[in-house]
T-cell receptor, first 111, second 113 residues
Framework: GEDVEQSLFLSVREGDSSVINCTYT??????LYWYKQEPGAGLQLLTY?????DMKQDQRLTVLLNKKDKHLSLRIADTQTGDSAIYFC???????????FGAGTRLAVHP | GAVVSQHPSWVICKSGTSVKIECRSL??????MFWYRQFPKQSLMLMAT?????????EQGVEKDKFLINHASLTLSTLTVTSAHPEDSSFYIC?????????FGPGTRLLVL
């Protein structure tokens, strides 16, 4: 069945780059997403990538997709304290645009 | 654009009562909305897929008589937790999006005493 896996925790120094990794199983996923969740809040769509793309860049965010290995990564350049949050990777599964989420990676940014 | 709201953001109720949570897409029409549940420090668990004008599709293990979903218009879906019990206390989040990205509401925290 569908499954999405992420590392659970990442700690970086302010100003460094953060790289959050994700693996997925459904090779037919048309979209792959990154969402951000701050404490007590809903999910904020950060970025997404079509399955026919290898890379997408959006300001400080870079998404890399390796379809062969079913590996997705999110790079945040110049990480700031405001980037501290939980980041969820998600793939689309099923005909109704159903999302399968990873467990979430908690990013902690320290001075 | 692509704003989804939820109401209420917080609700505390007594055991045995029913609670209704609304999910609205404010600036777009959504033929499909989704309801998730999130326990502390855990990921989102999809409860059901709500389709405008038809019955919701529930995930395995989710009681459809316990969690009533109505999607009466292209901008509104409601989740009613019937006869709520303390184990129903959780963070409920909706999302909307028929194709392409899903946009999430801010969530509703339910506490059943």
């Amino acid at each position: 069945g569908e499954d999405v896996e992420q590392s659970l925790f990442l700690s970086v120094r302010e100003g460094d780059s953060s790289v959050i990794n994700c693996t997925y199983t459904d090779s037919s996923s048309t979209y792959l997403y990154w969402y951000k969740q701050e404490p007590g809040a809903g999910l904020q769509l950060l970025t997404y990538i079509f399955s026919n793309m290898d890379m997408k860049q959006d300001q400080r965010l870079t998404v890399l997709l390796n379809k062969k290995d079913k590996h997705l990564s999110l790079r945040i350049a110049d990480t700031q304290t405001g980037d501290s949050a939980i980041y969820f990777c998600a793939e689309v599964a099923g005909g109704y645009n159903k999302l399968i989420f990873g467990a979430g990676t908690r990013l902690a940014v320290h001075p | 654009g692509a704003v989804v709201s939820q109401h209420p953001s917080w609700v505390i109720c007594k055991s045995g009562t029913s609670v209704k949570i609304e999910c609205r897409s404010l600036d777009f029409q959504a033929t499909t909305m989704f309801w998730y549940r999130q326990f502390p420090k855990q990921s989102l668990m999809l409860m059901a897929t709500s389709n405008e004008g038809s019955k919701a599709t529930y995930e395995q293990g989710v009681e459809k008589d316990k969690f009533l979903i109505n999607h009466a218009s292209l901008t509104l879906s409601t989740l009613t937790v019937t006869s709520a019990h303390p184990e129903d206390s959780s963070f409920y989040i909706c999302s909307a999006g028929s194709s392409g990205p899903q946009y999430f509401g801010p969530g509703t925290r339910l506490l059943v005493l």
